[in-house]
């Protein structure tokens, strides 16, 4: 085995939570994709519903994994062909996710606090952090997000709740949809793509746990307990910003410089910077990782340790590359990306079937 | 019960295997001889395996009917006892009776010394010249009598050492006040008298080609864990004979420690025996080097670092409170100037407007940039206080009036540093004192000057990327196979209970998970109820009969 | 660092010191070279352009330092202009020594007449800048420039955006007659479907000259004018369509429920010729929307809760009085809902109350179709207002000694 470190399935909870919560941090291009404001929170319910179905579906399988990642695995079952292929993918998936993950945070700090310094600096710093946890080991990432996630957790509540002053209920009505159900759509596909697109990394961490069969609660409770998180998250939103709410390119942000309580708690978005870091950090981390671990096991390598800065490095050019502007950025990931991740993941998931079936062959003869 | 039998098996391994160890030791051409039975050669042996030195004594007493067979008395001036040495020892040599024994032969005399005559404590017989000279440096005294080839130890210890006083670097108001001295013997018998069971295990060894040093490693029986043991004495064995010796606690630190780059110690040292009692109950290990009152415990966690005596022995409530305190002096000496720093240069927007205006006045044609300021400060205060440690205690005032005049009042004043700054820095250094161990405030004071230098370049962005790193560094430590940063990364929730605040005593059911396989400390029934109304009622009506 | 030499540790340091090096070029401005806007006043000129007013605060004046001249105003009033509001405010950098900075900016002030063209050309780049924040409040002037109102001064505070948010603060909770709008608000009520924004007003006071000044401290300079903020300037969409004096102000407030304070004086019910004044505490409203048979109807309900607070003409207060006081009480408030019902719909036509917004909450369907001939409907909107008034105390007088 490549990796050592063994994690335990509390510790997967919280990776997938912080997995979940950057996204929504960071440049929010989910409030990109709405259309009528006041069911936004619908969105979000039917997204992590599916999620849920599908997540389910794609724990169950990879119980059968044992030991072996979701690429040792399929390449055991596929044929070293086809199953290389598929690796292949999927470790340029993670890639993608890595990368565009610290684009989104280099967005972030050059449109919120910092415009003049260049974006580069930004992700530098973010990628060169996160690839030395990584070098670290899984055990590492997994201590740091259970360390943090709970801080950042605490922030968000302080941030959601000293606003109550601007809270206005009314906002929520009406439910009704003006262009029919349709526009539920995008949004949705946007939650639901965020969603299974990136909790695949659970096949890269199962054979890591050190109670498999806890896996399955874990994955399950973190999509409810994120789910739920962000349905009330949406509906503080609404209720704060009402229709200007989908005119907002970071709304925890815009959440954080409304607080203005007697002159004296106000101006606190020093905890939201915090938690960019921290949160982006992280994540990048975990995906590398797993890029590396996957790349270390398609190779068939010893280690994988000495790939994460040579990978970090190429994240680092690639987030750069890849979108010109801000706009190609909100343009892909509410458009391609959320068919291109859903195709991936469903398709993945059929896959996952088929390699099951031939590993149940297999075992009879 | 695995683990005893498990340790008695390695136990007796290490016993084995000392003496082996030991004999490679005392490079003189004598050291692997045995005594002979001319005193003539055993003299001059001594004498050339210590150079004639000044301090060796070397003299003949002669014993027997005829007062003819000499007893060669070896020992070295300043390590004894003058006043035992001559009640126990000499004193019967010199009034040996002679009307029993007419004429008795060396080894007669011999036995009759060992078994009855001498009235020392402890009395051991050897045979090769080597246990003779690692004893005298020890302060005993060897007894040859002429004709045998064996020699007799007697205890007569007795040099001079400071005495059991107050722990002077970690001081507490409620706590026993009693510290470590220089002496290794002194040291265990201040933790035997704390744990009296016989459990209380001390091993020995002695370290270093030259120096013989002394070094005890000390735990429970049953509670530590028998892995940690066999790292330990694995990276012992390591520079065992390599080393010249070891003087300094912070010395074999520096030799056995998991990070040797961190800013981090993973080695806990302290003066206090009462804290070293405290994590033999949690199966952790002492390492006792002789010669320093600073004695080591491993494996440890950031979090022991933090925790003093004090939150202990007063109400738990205001124990946690002690300990949510230093965290948070941990958190403000780690960061307070790098974060004015940043707020100052980069983020003006996250002041209140009131408290941004005045700060504004205040850096009103100070020359430097806020970053500069902030270091220039941080070192003149690290001068100060540096100086303060190692200034004749007669000058020591003349240094705080230095300090505050000079660089405070008429920096201000004078429009080089703004007041503001000079709060700051005071507020830090005071935080930074808060820490009940010295050696984890010198990470903090260390890992301040990058943290400013980051604030300086990025400001929060830096100040968080800053602290991202440490934190991946504290996760990724280990201390003798215990994740440092444990009970926060990884979240132990058993072990949560000692950490940010402590709970109550009655509260502790179990032992560090990471230290101990026997981790159920006490049953969880143990908090106090107020006695049955009756009983109330009897005790009140007392007075009335 | 598991497996970390000395020689990589060396360069991953140099590595990242030059960047610091680097990064500590862009985007660090020390705090005494920032000038800190207070408040911000946009007019257009005489060419049609943006103009832009700020006043920025002096640090050095503020603080106890030893430069500090009390006689020195608090703040340096510039102008400058250009055709987009960000225009001009880069603009400002040709003359202004340091560089402005809009995070501490309290009032984005408007012009009576850039009101009346219409808040949007101004209003986007204070959303979008990232130093500006959505808790500025919005003032209308009436009758004047911004650039104007930007020269008051008050007497009891150095700072005048100091003193301008003193006694919007105090308006808002003592007098309910003013319109607590924030950038934030207006903007949500901007982009609402069927609500017509307000905005707080503010009203310029020349203060008298003679040559016998009362009025404290004669070392400073002379205070030419002073602000005072009572009422609400009424928007229809973006634009200023006319003023709401302090009654209507607070019948609005009562509407919306936004009424916390203030001073209800009615008749004494004895004598009927002497008053009463009664302090308000607390209301609610709730805002009703029927729609029956296509045609569209309100009823709001307004609860409030006051004390008495002054008696002229002292008698016995007794269930009965007490009763008749609190009728009083609700007609007065349904007096000043009137009051501002009347000139919204009649004069104004613009929904202020979000009437429109609570038959689209209800009804979407049926907005859907009402708000297209909106204009039309509100002005003949039937409204039924019925107030539930609720005295709660006496204050230190329970009863009177003598009829």
């Given at each position: 085995?490549?990796?050592?470190?063994?994690?335990?399935?509390?510790?997967?909870?919280?990776?997938?939570?912080?997995i979940?919560?950057?996204?929504?941090?960071?440049?929010?291009t989910y409030?990109?994709?709405?259309?009528?404001?006041?069911?936004?929170?619908?969105?979000?319910?039917?997204?992590?519903?599916?999620?849920?179905?599908y997540?389910?579906?794609?724990?169950?399988?990879?119980k059968?994994?044992?030991?072996?990642?979701?690429?040792?695995?399929?390449?055991s079952?596929?044929?070293?062909?086809?199953?290389?292929?598929?690796g292949?993918?999927?470790v340029?998936?993670?890639?993608?996710?890595?990368?565009?993950?610290?684009r989104?945070?280099?967005?972030?700090?050059?449109?919120?606090?910092?415009?003049?310094t260049?974006?580069?600096?930004?992700?530098?710093?973010?990628?060169?952090?996160?690839?030395?946890?990584?070098?670290?080991?899984?055990?590492?990432?997994?201590?740091?997000?259970?360390?943090?996630?709970?801080?950042?957790?605490?922030?968000?509540?302080?941030?959601?709740?000293?606003?109550?002053?601007?809270?206005?209920?009314?906002?929520?009505?009406?439910?009704?949809?003006?262009?029919?159900?349709?526009?539920?759509?995008?949004?949705?596909?946007?939650i639901?793509?965020?969603?299974?697109?990136?909790?695949?990394?659970?096949?890269?961490?199962?054979?890591?746990?050190?109670?498999?069969?806890?896996?399955?609660?874990?994955?399950i409770?973190?999509?409810?307990?994120?789910?739920?998180?962000?349905?009330i998250?949406?509906?503080?939103?609404?209720?704060?910003?009402?229709?200007?709410?989908k005119?907002?390119?970071?709304?925890?942000?815009?959440?954080a410089?409304?607080i203005?309580?007697?002159?004296?708690?106000?101006?606190?978005?020093?905890?939201?910077?915090l938690?960019?870091?921290?949160?982006s950090?992280?994540?990048?981390?975990?995906?590398?990782?797993?890029?590396?671990?996957?790349?270390?096991?398609?190779?068939?390598?010893?280690?994988?340790?000495?790939?994460?800065?040579?990978?970090?490095?190429?994240?680092?050019?690639?987030?750069?590359?890849?979108?010109?502007?801000?706009?190609?950025?909100?343009?892909?990931?509410?458009?391609?990306?959320?068919?291109?991740?859903?195709?991936?993941?469903?398709?993945l998931?059929?896959?996952?079937y088929?390699?099951?079936?031939?590993d149940?062959?297999?075992?009879?003869? | 019960?695995?683990?005893?039998?498990?340790?008695?098996?390695?136990?007796?391994?290490?016993?084995?295997s000392?003496?082996?160890?030991?004999?490679?030791?005392?490079?003189?051409?004598s050291?692997?001889?045995?005594?002979?039975?001319?005193?003539?050669?055993?003299?001059?042996?001594?004498?050339?395996?210590f150079?004639?030195?000044?301090?060796?004594?070397?003299?003949?007493?002669?014993?027997?009917?005829?007062?003819?067979?000499?007893?060669?008395?070896?020992?070295?001036?300043?390590?004894i006892?003058?006043?035992?040495m001559?009640?126990?020892?000499?004193?019967?040599?010199?009034?040996?009776?002679?009307?029993?024994?007419?004429?008795?032969?060396?080894?007669?005399?011999h036995?009759?010394?060992?078994?009855s005559?001498?009235t020392?404590?402890h009395?051991?017989?050897?045979?090769?010249?080597?246990?003779?000279?690692?004893?005298?440096?020890?302060?005993y005294?060897?007894?040859?009598v002429?004709?045998?080839?064996?020699?007799?130890?007697?205890?007569?210890?007795?040099?001079?050492?400071?005495?059991?006083?107050?722990?002077?670097?970690?001081?507490?108001?409620?706590?026993?006040?009693?510290?470590?001295?220089?002496?290794?013997?002194?040291?265990?018998?201040?933790?035997?008298?704390?744990?009296?069971?016989?459990?209380?295990t001390?091993?020995?060894?002695?370290?270093?080609?030259?120096?013989?040093t002394?070094?005890?490693?000390?735990?429970?029986?049953?509670?530590?864990?028998?892995?940690?043991?066999?790292?330990?004495?694995?990276?012992?064995?390591?520079?065992?004979?390599?080393v010249?010796?070891?003087?300094?606690?912070?010395?074999?630190e520096?030799?056995?420690?998991?990070?040797?780059?961190?800013?981090?110690?993973?080695?806990?040292?302290?003066?206090?025996p009462?804290?070293?009692?405290?994590?033999?109950?949690?199966?952790?290990?002492a390492?006792?080097v002789?010669?320093?009152?600073?004695?080591?415990?491993?494996?440890?966690?950031?979090?022991?670092?933090?925790?003093?005596i004090?939150?202990?022995?007063?109400?738990?409530?205001?124990?946690s409170?002690?300990?949510?305190?230093?965290?948070?002096s941990?958190l403000?000496?780690?960061?307070?100037?790098?974060?004015?720093v940043?707020?100052?240069?980069?983020?003006?927007?996250?002041?209140p407007?009131?408290?941004?205006?005045?700060?504004?006045?205040?850096?009103?044609?100070?020359?430097?940039?806020?970053?500069?300021?902030?270091?220039?400060?941080?070192?003149?205060f690290?001068?100060?206080?540096e100086?303060?440690?190692?200034?004749?205690?007669?000058?020591?005032p003349?240094?705080?009036?230095?300090?505050?005049?000079?660089?405070?009042?008429?920096?201000?004043?004078?429009?080089?540093?703004s007041?503001?700054?000079?709060?700051?820095?005071?507020?830090?250094?005071?935080a930074?004192?808060i820490t009940?161990?010295?050696?984890?405030g010198?990470?903090?004071?260390?890992?301040?000057?990058?943290?400013?230098?980051?604030?300086?370049?990025l400001?929060l962005?830096?100040?968080?990327?800053?602290?991202?790193?440490?934190?991946?560094?504290?996760?990724?430590?280990?201390?003798?196979?215990?994740?440092?940063?444990?009970?926060?990364g990884p979240?132990?929730?058993?072990?949560?209970?000692?950490?940010?605040?402590?709970?109550?005593?009655?509260?502790?059911?179990t032992?560090?998970?990471?230290?101990?396989?026997?981790?159920?400390?006490?049953?969880?029934?143990l908090?106090?109820?107020?006695?049955?109304?009756?009983?109330?009622?009897?005790e009140?009506?007392?007075?009335?009969? | 660092?598991?497996?970390?030499?000395?020689r990589?540790?060396?360069?991953?340091?140099?590595?990242?010191?030059?960047?610091?090096?680097?990064?500590?070029?862009?985007?660090?401005?020390?705090?005494e070279?920032?000038?800190?806007?207070?408040?911000?006043?946009?007019?257009?000129?005489?060419?049609?352009?943006?103009?832009?007013?700020?006043?920025?605060?002096?640090?050095?004046?503020?603080?106890?330092?030893q430069?500090?001249?009390?006689?020195?105003?608090?703040?340096?009033?510039?102008?400058?202009?250009?055709?987009t509001?960000?225009?001009?405010?880069?603009n400002?950098?040709?003359?202004?020594?340091?560089?402005?900075?809009?995070?501490?900016?309290?009032f984005?002030?408007?012009?009576?007449?850039?009101a009346?063209?219409?808040?949007?050309?101004?209003?986007?780049?204070?959303?979008?800048d990232?130093?500006?924040?959505?808790?500025?409040?919005?003032?209308i002037?009436?009758?004047?420039?911004?650039a104007?109102?930007?020269?008051?001064?008050?007497?009891?505070?150095?700072?005048?955006?100091?003193?301008?948010a003193?006694?919007?603060?105090a308006?808002?909770?003592g007098?309910?007659?003013?319109v607590?709008?924030?950038?934030?608000?207006?903007?949500?009520?901007?982009?609402?479907?069927?609500?017509?924004?307000?905005a707080?007003?503010?009203?310029?006071?020349?203060?008298?000259?003679?040559?016998?000044?009362?009025?404290?401290?004669?070392?400073?300079?002379?205070?030419?004018?002073?602000?005072?903020?009572?009422?609400?300037?009424?928007f229809?969409e973006d634009?200023?369509?006319?003023?709401?004096?302090?009654?209507?102000?607070?019948?609005?407030?009562?509407?919306?429920?936004?009424?916390?304070?203030?001073?209800?004086?009615?008749?004494?019910?004895?004598t009927?010729?002497?008053?009463?004044?009664i302090?308000?505490?607390?209301?609610?409203?709730?805002?009703?929307p029927k729609?029956?048979?296509?045609?569209?109807?309100?009823?709001?309900?307004?609860?409030?809760?006051?004390?008495?607070?002054?008696?002229?003409?002292?008698?016995?207060?007794n269930?009965?009085?007490?009763e008749?006081?609190?009728k009083?009480?609700?007609?007065?408030?349904?007096?000043?809902?009137?009051?501002?019902?009347?000139?919204?719909q009649?004069?104004?036509?613009?929904?202020?109350?979000?009437?429109?917004a609570?038959?689209?909450?209800?009804?979407p369907?049926?907005?859907?179709?009402?708000?297209?001939?909106w204009?039309?409907?509100f002005?003949n909107?039937?409204?039924?207002?019925?107030?539930?008034?609720?005295?709660?105390?006496?204050?230190?007088?329970?009863?009177?000694?003598?009829?």
């Amino acid at each position: 085995m490549l990796e050592h470190g063994k994690i335990s399935a509390r510790q997967l909870f919280f990776i997938l939570v912080l997995i979940r919560f950057v996204p929504v941090m960071l440049l929010c291009t989910y409030s990109y994709t709405l259309k009528t404001v006041q069911i936004a929170w619908l969105n979000d319910v039917l997204g992590v519903a599916l999620s849920l179905l599908y997540l389910y579906l794609f724990v169950r399988l990879c119980k059968g994994f044992k030991d072996k990642t979701i690429i040792e695995y399929l390449e055991s079952n596929l044929g070293p062909v086809f199953g290389k292929i598929i690796g292949i993918i999927l470790v340029i998936h993670f890639f993608i996710i890595a990368a565009s993950d610290a684009r989104d945070m280099g967005e972030t700090f050059t449109t919120t606090i910092m415009p003049e310094t260049p974006i580069i600096v930004f992700i530098l710093i973010i990628v060169f952090l996160g690839a030395n946890a990584a070098r670290n080991g899984l055990e590492v990432i997994a201590r740091i997000s259970e360390f943090t996630v709970p801080i950042i957790l605490l922030f968000l509540f302080i941030t959601i709740s000293l606003n109550y002053k601007f809270i206005d209920v009314k906002n929520l009505k009406p439910f009704y949809f003006p262009q029919g159900f349709s526009e539920l759509v995008q949004p949705t596909g946007s939650i639901l793509s965020l969603y299974i697109g990136e909790f695949i990394i659970v096949g890269m961490i199962f054979p890591y746990l050190n109670k498999m069969q806890k896996c399955s609660k874990s994955v399950i409770l973190a999509t409810l307990f994120t789910g739920v998180l962000f349905v009330i998250l949406c509906i503080d939103m609404i209720v704060i910003f009402g229709p200007t709410f989908k005119t907002l390119s970071i709304p925890i942000l815009s959440l954080a410089k409304l607080i203005f309580i007697a002159n004296f708690i106000e101006r606190i978005e020093g905890i939201v910077i915090l938690s960019w870091v921290l949160g982006s950090a992280i994540k990048i981390a975990l995906f590398l990782w797993a890029t590396a671990v996957g790349t270390g096991q398609i190779l068939k390598l010893k280690s994988y340790q000495p790939l994460i800065y040579p990978l970090g490095a190429l994240a680092t050019v690639n987030s750069i590359l890849n979108y010109e502007r801000a706009a190609d950025f909100i343009n892909f990931f509410t458009g391609p990306w959320i068919v291109y991740s859903s195709t991936l993941s469903i398709s993945l998931l059929i896959i996952l079937y088929i390699a099951q079936a031939l590993d149940k062959q297999k075992v009879k003869s | 019960m695995v683990i005893p039998i498990f340790w008695r098996k390695l136990f007796k391994k290490m016993k084995n295997s000392e003496p082996v160890n030991n004999n490679n030791k005392n490079q003189s051409k004598s050291s692997n001889s045995y005594i002979s039975s001319y005193l003539k050669e055993n003299e001059e042996s001594i004498r050339e395996a210590f150079g004639n030195s000044a301090d060796l004594v070397l003299r003949k007493v002669k014993i027997g009917a005829n007062q003819n067979i000499n007893v060669l008395i070896v020992y070295i001036e300043g390590l004894i006892d003058n006043k035992l040495m001559s009640k126990t020892v000499i004193k019967p040599i010199t009034t040996f009776p002679d009307n029993k024994l007419k004429s008795p032969s060396p080894n007669e005399i011999h036995n009759k010394l060992k078994e009855s005559q001498l009235t020392v404590n402890h009395l051991t017989e050897v045979y090769k010249l080597e246990d003779i000279l690692n004893k005298i440096l020890d302060g005993y005294c060897a007894l040859i009598v002429e004709g045998t080839n064996k020699a007799l130890l007697c205890d007569v210890i007795g040099f001079e050492h400071r005495p059991v006083s107050e722990p002077i670097n970690e001081s507490a108001i409620r706590g026993p006040h009693e510290g470590f001295n220089e002496t290794i013997r002194v040291n265990t018998s201040l933790l035997r008298r704390r744990i009296k069971d016989p459990r209380l295990t001390i091993e020995e060894l002695t370290l270093g080609k030259i120096g013989n040093t002394k070094i005890d490693i000390i735990y429970i029986r049953g509670l530590a864990n028998p892995k940690v043991l066999q790292e330990i004495k694995n990276r012992i064995k390591k520079i065992k004979d390599e080393v010249d010796s070891i003087q300094l606690s912070g010395q074999l630190e520096e030799y056995i420690q998991d990070a040797p780059f961190s800013p981090f110690p993973t080695i806990l040292n302290t003066e206090r025996p009462d804290r070293i009692v405290g994590a033999l109950y949690e199966g952790r290990y002492a390492i006792l080097v002789d010669g320093t009152p600073y004695n080591l415990i491993v494996p440890c966690t950031l979090g022991m670092f933090i925790t003093s005596i004090e939150d202990y022995t007063q109400r738990f409530f205001y124990g946690s409170f002690l300990r949510l305190l230093r965290w948070v002096s941990f958190l403000i000496a780690l960061t307070l100037p790098s974060i004015y720093v940043a707020i100052t240069s980069f983020h003006q927007e996250m002041l209140p407007t009131n408290l941004v205006l005045a700060l504004a006045a205040q850096r009103e044609g100070v020359p430097l940039p806020a970053v500069a300021e902030a270091f220039m400060m941080e070192i003149v205060f690290e001068i100060l206080r540096e100086a303060g440690i190692r200034m004749p205690r007669l000058v020591g005032p003349a240094i705080s009036i230095v300090g505050v005049l000079v660089i405070g009042q008429a920096a201000v004043q004078a429009g080089l540093v703004s007041a503001a700054m000079t709060i700051i820095v005071g507020l830090t250094a005071i935080a930074s004192f808060i820490t009940p161990i010295y050696s984890i405030g010198i990470a903090i004071r260390l890992l301040r000057f990058p943290i400013i230098i980051l604030a300086g370049s990025l400001g929060l962005f830096g100040i968080s990327a800053g602290l991202l790193a440490i934190l991946i560094h504290l996760t990724s430590l280990r201390s003798f196979g215990v994740p440092y940063f444990e009970p926060f990364g990884p979240i132990i929730l058993s072990d949560l209970k000692d950490s940010l605040i402590r709970f109550p005593f009655w509260a502790y059911r179990t032992r560090p998970k990471f230290t101990t396989h026997n981790s159920i400390r006490q049953t969880a029934r143990l908090k106090p109820k107020p006695l049955r109304q009756e009983e109330k009622e009897i005790e009140h009506n007392y007075g009335d009969d | 660092m598991k497996n970390i030499n000395f020689r990589q540790l060396l360069y991953l340091f140099l590595l990242l010191f030059s960047i610091l090096i680097l990064a500590g070029c862009w985007n660090r401005r020390e705090i005494e070279s920032i000038g800190f806007i207070n408040s911000v006043g946009v007019d257009r000129n005489i060419n049609n352009k943006i103009k832009l007013t700020v006043r920025i605060a002096k640090p050095f004046t503020l603080s106890g330092q030893q430069n500090t001249n009390v006689d020195e105003r608090s703040f340096w009033l510039t102008e400058m202009t250009g055709d987009t509001v960000f225009e001009a405010v880069r603009n400002f950098l040709n003359h202004s020594p340091r560089r402005l900075f809009w995070a501490h900016n309290r009032f984005i002030i408007f012009g009576e007449e850039f009101a009346r063209q219409g808040l949007n050309d101004a209003i986007d780049w204070f959303d979008r800048d990232n130093e500006s924040r959505r808790t500025a409040q919005i003032a209308i002037v009436k009758g004047a420039t911004a650039a104007e109102s930007l020269q008051v001064e008050y007497e009891l505070e150095r700072d005048p955006s100091q003193g301008e948010a003193g006694v919007v603060e105090a308006a808002i909770n003592g007098q309910s007659n003013i319109v607590d709008v924030k950038l934030h608000d207006f903007l949500l009520m901007l982009n609402s479907e069927g609500i017509e924004p307000v905005a707080t007003r503010t009203d310029l006071v020349p203060t008298p000259q003679g040559p016998l000044d009362i009025r404290g401290n004669l070392k400073r300079e002379k205070i030419g004018l002073t602000g005072k903020y009572i009422g609400a300037a009424a928007f229809k969409e973006d634009k200023l369509v006319g003023w709401l004096d302090g009654k209507q102000t607070r019948g609005l407030n009562w509407v919306k429920g936004k009424a916390k304070g203030g001073i209800l004086v009615i008749n004494n019910p004895k004598t009927g010729k002497r008053l009463v004044s009664i302090e308000l505490i607390r209301s609610q409203s709730k805002i009703i929307p029927k729609v029956i048979n296509g045609r569209p109807s309100i009823e709001v309900k307004v609860q409030a809760e006051g004390n008495i607070g002054d008696i002229q003409g002292q008698f016995d207060i007794n269930l009965k009085t007490w009763e008749d006081m609190e009728k009083m009480m609700a007609e007065g408030i349904k007096d000043e809902i009137k009051a501002c019902l009347r000139v919204a719909q009649k004069e104004f036509n613009s929904d202020i109350f979000g009437f429109g917004a609570a038959i689209y909450r209800n009804y979407p369907r049926e907005w859907e179709r009402l708000k297209n001939n909106w204009d039309e409907e509100f002005p003949n909107l039937s409204v039924k207002i019925s107030v539930e008034a609720k005295l709660r105390r006496t204050g230190l007088i329970l009863r009177t000694l003598q009829e």
